[in-house]
Nanobody
Framework: VQLVQSGAELRNPGASVKVSCKASGYTFTSLYIEWVRQAPGQGLEWMGRIDPEDGDTVYAQNFQGRVTFTADTSTSTAYVELISLRSEDTAMYYC??????WGQGTQVTVSS
């Protein structure tokens, strides 16, 4: 199993960012893909999950309205998009499968 994420992103406040997570080595639709983030000096924060089989999503309350999960079964790739970015969104973003397999992380930096 391998999860490979897209590269680091730098955005201005108010902009949006979309991070990808390409899965391989298992059946992409077999289980949720979850997204978590870790801000500098802080613990892991769960953002939510998507079921790639039917696109069903669950969002953590802190992110509702600002985050969207999608999944492309043709490429076995999951995406997280975060809008209206603010400095507090600066963090390493991770996708995970079954909390056993993790992407390498994508650094998102929000700064003017």
């Amino acid at each position: 199993v391998q999860l490979v994420q897209s590269g680091a992103e730098l955005r201005n406040p108010g902009a949006s960012v979309k991070v990808s997570c390409k899965a391989s080595g298992y059946t992409f639709t077999s289980l949720y893909i979850e997204w978590v983030r870790q801000a500098p000096g802080q613990g892991l924060e769960w953002m939510g999950r998507i079921d790639p089989e039917d696109g069903d999503t669950v969002y953590a309350q802190n992110f509702q309205g600002r985050v969207t999960f999608t999944a492309d079964t043709s490429t076995s790739t999951a995406y997280v998009e975060l809008i209206s970015l603010r400095s507090e969104d600066t963090a390493m973003y991770y996708c995970t499968y079954a909390h056993e397999y993790w992407g390498q992380g994508t650094q998102v930096t929000v700064s003017s």
